[in-house]
């Protein structure tokens, strides 16, 4: 089996990486999208139900294609 990480340690390490919570997305719904501060074109949509679900195997590597984030 993959990498398994969790919804927070990946918010986490994208907070690391200088990505902040985008303000003009996801309002009222489950995801969340992060924009890094200094280029925009780089993102993260994630699936934000509880903080302690594990991310699938696919959606994390859509994530660290989009963001350049390696998990």
């Known amino acids: 089996m ?6 927070r340690d990946a918010i986490q390490a994208l ?5 902040i919570k985008s303000p003009n997305h ?3 719904t489950s ?6 501060k200094d280029d925009p074109s ?9 903080g302690g679900e594990s ?3 696919g959606t994390l ?5 989009t963001s350049g ?3």
Request: charged share 30%.
């Open 2 to 7: 993959g990498k398994q990480i969790k919804v």
């Open 15 to 19: 907070k690391q990486a200088g990505f």
């Open 26 to 28: 996801g309002h009222g």
């Open 31 to 36: 995801h969340r999208r992060y924009i890094h």
């Open 42 to 50: 780089r993102f993260a949509d994630i699936s934000y139900h509880t």
């Open 55 to 57: 991310i699938p195997k």
């Open 61 to 65: 590597k859509s994530i660290e294609k």
């Open 69 to 71: 984030v390696k998990f």
